[in-house]
């Protein structure tokens, strides 16, 4: 399947002026000068400040590039401890004892791009590529939902062949593809950047979040490491969110890879592109920040040759700054990181995760993580019953829910309720009633035993009691077997 030569389908994707508009006297929200002498002169940052910001984090407002960079610079680990705290309090405090639960589905692997970090590129023999027709596409997602699965994120490798309508039409195999009790009710997308009539096409088929990560906001690094492709542009990359949001699409996901270049950096490019978003967009920043870290792929020596790599204790820390600097903003940990990680970090202010994952083309139905079709090596291999289980045990309900969505509480409905702190309110009674559901159809009698304790916990927990009375009474419902019920 050959639509279009690459350089043809990069020059007709690619609209120069749905990036200039954005800009400001012809140049980017990203001053890469600027951010160095601004985490310079907050090099050694004082207690009373530190705890000034950790204050006005808790206060869910947003920091300014100032007082993020100070977080960053703070050396004294007994702040630390306090601002991992503070982590958790905010995360608590916006969105509950709660974690939702997704899975990654790389529907394509086809690449223009030269990343040298990425085992996709396309220059890498040793990768297998593969796309999925709507047969293979119904297999894998049916394997997902036999697991228990209702969010998807859809990954596509960028390419002609993965064009806007390939996408438009896997999105609506997702949705129509049912399995008894069991259906896909969200599927987000990674997947090129986009200009403004495509992402119109896929608002209207129902996407969910739009995510694309700059991965490194460092111009002469992104320049280095993206030598070829359309991932050569740095500004088509970085106002990609803008235009999708511009389109309509309501909820937008950034992200930076951190090993490709500073943390610190990368932390403030973050923010610096929250900023501009809410700038442009009446307050409404991104609904999730993801921070993979580089991980092993095949034949991608860069990985190991990387200077910028962090260890599990810095990647806490980033972690917990990204908390406290966007303190009602969605914040995702994938199964890049082994299970111990992910178990450290939760905690400091993660409310989103993937589990039971497998990213190579095809491998949900065939069940074969084979790493030549993968883009990177996996770090926690367990199974979504498994995941959920040691969740239960932290004491989270995992999520499945999708009726914010389905209510129209996206954008700046949902960003408004965010700041306010009162996710929660709406979303953990319906995390309880889809909790039941994977409950009573999918999990072990182990995973059960400790899920229905959890959900006693949580409704005793619910603040409401009229809301508390609906709940119990949904969950009736949902035992003689209905299923889909929300508030």
Aim: with cysteine; glycine share 8%; hydrophobic share 35%.
């Amino acid at each position: 399947m050959q639509n279009a030569s690459v350089q043809e389908w990069m020059d007709a994707v690619i609209k120069p002026e749905q990036v200039e508009k954005y800009m400001e006297n012809g140049k980017d929200f990203i001053n890469d000068d600027s951010i160095h002498e601004l985490l310079r002169q907050k090099k050694q940052p004082d207690k009373r400040e530190i705890r000034e910001i950790i204050a006005k984090s808790l206060e869910l407002n947003r920091l300014e590039p100032e007082e993020t960079a100070a977080l960053l610079n703070c050396t004294d680990e007994e702040l630390w401890q306090e601002m991992y705290q503070a982590g958790l309090k905010i995360k608590q405090s916006v969105y509950g004892r709660r974690i939702v639960t997704f899975a990654p589905l790389y529907v394509s692997n086809y690449c223009v791009n030269s990343c040298v970090y990425c085992g996709f590129r396309k220059e890498n023999a040793e990768s297998v590529r593969h796309w999925l027709n709507r047969e293979e596409l119904r297999n894998e997602i049916k394997a997902l939902v036999k697991k228990g699965h209702k969010r998807l994120i859809m990954v596509y490798g960028e390419h002609p062949d993965s064009d806007v309508h390939y996408i438009a039409d896997t999105l609506r195999v997702a949705y129509e593809t049912k399995v008894g009790n069991g259906e896909i009710r969200r599927s987000n997308v990674n997947a090129a950047p986009l200009p403004v009539e495509d992402l119109k096409i896929l608002n209207d088929v129902g996407i969910g979040t739009f995510q694309v990560f700059q991965e490194t906001y460092h111009h002469d690094t992104y320049k280095k490491l993206h030598p070829r492709g359309i991932k050569a542009d740095y500004g088509w990359r970085l106002y990609a969110l803008h235009r999708a949001m511009e389109a309509g699409v309501d909820d937008v996901g950034m992200g930076a890879l951190f090993g490709l270049y500073d943390w610190k950096f990368e932390v403030m490019g973050l923010l610096y592109h929250t900023i501009d978003l809410e700038k442009c967009f009446d307050g409404v920043g991104p609904h999730t920040i993801s921070f993979p870290r580089l991980e092993p792929a095949v034949n991608t020596p860069f990985i190991e040759k990387s200077s910028y790599k962090i260890n599990d204790d810095t990647f806490k820390k980033l972690v917990t700054v990204i908390r406290l600097t966007v303190p009602y903003t969605g914040m995702i940990i994938t199964a890049r990181e082994n299970a111990r990680v992910r178990r450290e970090v939760i905690p400091v202010g993660c409310t989103q995760l993937d589990a039971g994952s497998n990213i190579a083309i095809g491998g949900y139905s065939k069940e074969d993580p084979d790493h030549n079709r993968q883009q990177f090596i996996l770090g926690d291999n367990r199974s979504l019953d498994e995941a959920i289980r040691d969740l239960a045990g932290m004491g989270y309900i995992t999520s499945f829910c999708t009726a914010g969505y389905r209510c129209g509480r996206t954008g700046g409905y949902f960003m408004d309720i965010a700041k306010k702190g009162k996710v929660h309110n709406l979303c953990m009674p319906n995390a309880i009633l889809t909790f039941k559901e994977y409950l009573l159809d999918y999990a072990s009698d182990e995973t059960r035993e400790a899920g229905e304790r959890l959900i006693n916990q949580e409704i005793d927990a619910l603040p409401d009691n009229q809301v508390r009375q609906k709940v119990l009474g949904f969950l009736e419902r949902i035992e003689a077997g209905e299923r889909d019920l929300y508030l």
